[in-house]
C-alpha cells in the first residue's frame, strides 16, 4: 500500500527528546520555553520537553532542532553532546523519516545525578 506518511514536529520533537535521554551522562531536559515551563509547573512532563523542531526554510523537507539538556557533573561535555547528535540524527531518520538540517545542543545545566 503506498500512500504518504506525516509525523508532526511534536512527535519529531517527542522522538529526538527520548533518543538524547539515551546518551549516557544526560540528567535530563530543560524546558525550552514557556509552554515548556507551565507544564512542569502544572507537573506534567512530555518527551518533548526540551526539544523545539521547526522546519528549516532555507532547506525545505528538513527541521532544524534545538535541545536544552542538563548532563551529570564529572562527565565529558563534548563526549556528550557528540553522543546526543549522533543518536538525534538516527532517531530522526531511522524511526520518523525526518532529516534534520542542523541540530543545536544547549548544555543549560549541571548536576549530580
Known amino acids: 500500500m503506498k500512500g504518504n506518511i506525516t509525523v508532526s514536529e511534536g512527535a519529531l520533537a517527542a522522538i529526538l527528546g527520548l533518543a538524547a535521554h539515551e546518551v549516557p551522562g544526560v540528567l535530563g531536559m530543560s524546558p525550552a520555553g514557556i509552554r515548556d515551563s507551565i ?15 521547526k522546519p528549516d526554510p532555507a532547506a525545505p523537507g528538513k527541521y532544524q532542532a534545538d535541545l536544552y539538556v542538563v548532563v551529570a557533573f564529572g562527565s ?32 543549560v545545566g549541571v548536576s549530580r545525578g
Not at 507544564?39 to 523542531?53: F, H, K, Y
Open 39 to 53: 507544564s512542569r509547573i502544572l507537573g506534567r512532563s512530555e518527551a518533548s520537553e526540551g526539544v523545539t523542531v
Open 76 to 107: 565529558r561535555i563534548p563526549t556528550i553532546v557528540d553522543g546526543i547528535a549522533e543518536r538525534v540524527q538516527w532517531a530522526a531518520k531511522s524511526l520518523a523519516g525526518a532529516q534534520l538540517s542542523s541540530i543545536r545542543i544547549h548544555v
